[in-house]
């Protein structure tokens, strides 16, 4: 009988390759099976964040998105062409590992924060050997990016998507302390005027590809531009009890 192999989703940090664990790194050089996300006709975040980390010989697995930005979250054909695409992905990873074979999947930040590889895992768990690699969040290489504490003493951290309609958006900001706005891009406009509404947006700092080599931090109220990146995360600090 032919071994089972397993399935490592492995967290690769907030970018900078120095930020990865010493386990991450180990499964990267040893794996024989590397798969990772990508958009059509890009080479992908993950699988840049490894470049020179993996064996000459490894099989790559791109994985490419149906859509992405093409139809809004809320549409039912989003939700519809993903579970396709998932429930595809994880009978390609499952035949894999049931030949015998250990597969690495490349996760951007840690795999259990708002990550694609929660819905490979939950498809995955229950059929074949997953084990997951933790990692550090890009929302914390964003923090440490503007070189100030994100909570003190007591305060209460709010983490929300840019996704998440206006008024939402400006309730969650009007009752929390602290605040980490993520999935930017193309809700930037709609997440300045939420932060206007909630009476943060003086507070806050925005911070592009955080730790990476392009990283930028600049207080949201200087920004000139009408739109940001993709990797692009709103910091509000808290101000809470301190010695």
Not at 69 to 97: G, K, M, W
Not at 133 to 148: C, D, L, N, R, Y
Not at 159 to 177: A, E, S, Y
Request: hydrophobic letters at 40%; charged letters at 20%; glycine letters at 10%.
């Amino acid at each position: 009988m032919t071994k089972t192999g397993t399935i490592y989703g492995v967290g690769l940090g907030p970018g900078d390759p120095d930020l990865m664990s010493v386990r991450a790194h180990r499964l990267l050089g040893a794996a024989n099976h590397v798969a990772f996300f990508r958009k059509a006709g890009r080479k992908g975040q993950a699988r840049q964040i490894v470049d020179g980390l993996l064996a000459q010989d490894a099989v790559e697995i791109p994985m490419e998105y149906p859509v992405t930005t093409e139809i809004p979250v809320h549409d039912p054909r989003y939700n519809v062409l993903l579970s396709a695409f998932y429930e595809e992905v994880t009978q390609h990873l499952i035949a894999l590992v049931q030949s015998g074979q250990d597969v690495v999947v490349l996760c951007e930040g840690d795999p259990f924060f708002y990550g694609s590889f929660m819905h490979l895992y939950a498809r995955l768990r229950d059929v074949v050997p997953v084990e997951v690699v933790p990692a550090i969040t890009g929302m914390s290489g964003a923090w440490t990016a503007t070189e100030t504490p994100i909570t003190w003493g007591d305060d209460v951290l709010t983490v929300l998507m840019g996704t998440l309609p206006q008024d939402k958006l400006v309730d969650h900001i009007k009752r929390t302390d602290a605040l980490v706005i993520m999935k930017i891009g193309s809700n930037y406009q709609k997440v300045v005027a939420a932060l206007k509404d909630g009476g943060k947006f003086d507070d806050a700092w925005l911070v592009q590809f955080a730790t990476m080599g392009k990283q930028t931090v600049t207080k949201l109220s200087d920004m000139t531009d009408s739109g940001t990146p993709y990797f692009s995360i709103i910091i509000v600090h808290g101000q809470g009890r301190r010695p």
